[in-house]
């Protein structure tokens, strides 16, 4: 069993930065595929970014493309989203989640395991 806790969120003005982490229980993150979500209200939960176990693949929505970076820390089991360039169409609840594949993955009915999500609200 993996245990996923977000933090990070927050409220910021267009064409700001916020960093989002995602902490980890278990021994296996390390082989883990990590990937962030979103769900805006009244919206569909849709892809954001995916990174493979070892961090060296990852891959973009494209509307995050060029502002949002993933990352990964192993050792720490913690991974990252950093956000710049905010726009007020980011605004969402954003959410880590975990797959046992291991390798880049941009559907959500291939991960396993969800956090609660933590709310990103961008004003304009």
């Known amino acids: 069993q993996v245990q996923l806790v977000e933090s990070g969120g927050g409220l910021v003005q267009a064409g700001g930065s916020l960093r989002l982490s995602c902490a980890a229980s278990g021994r296996t993150f390390s082989s883990y595929t990590m990937g962030w979500f979103r769900q805006a209200p009244g919206k569909e939960r849709e892809f954001v970014a995916t990174i493979n176990w070892s961090g060296r693949s990852t891959s973009y929505a494209d509307s995050v493309k060029g502002r949002f970076t993933i990352s990964r820390d192993n050792a720490k089991n913690t991974q990252y989203l950093q956000m710049n360039s905010l726009k007020p169409e980011d605004t969402a609840v954003y959410y880590c989640?975990?797959?046992?594949?291991?390798?880049?993955?941009?559907?959500?009915?291939?991960?396993?395991?969800w956090g609660q999500g933590t709310q990103v609200t961008v004003s304009s």
């Open positions: 989640t975990a797959g046992t594949a291991g390798y880049i993955q941009r559907n959500s009915r291939e991960y396993d395991y």
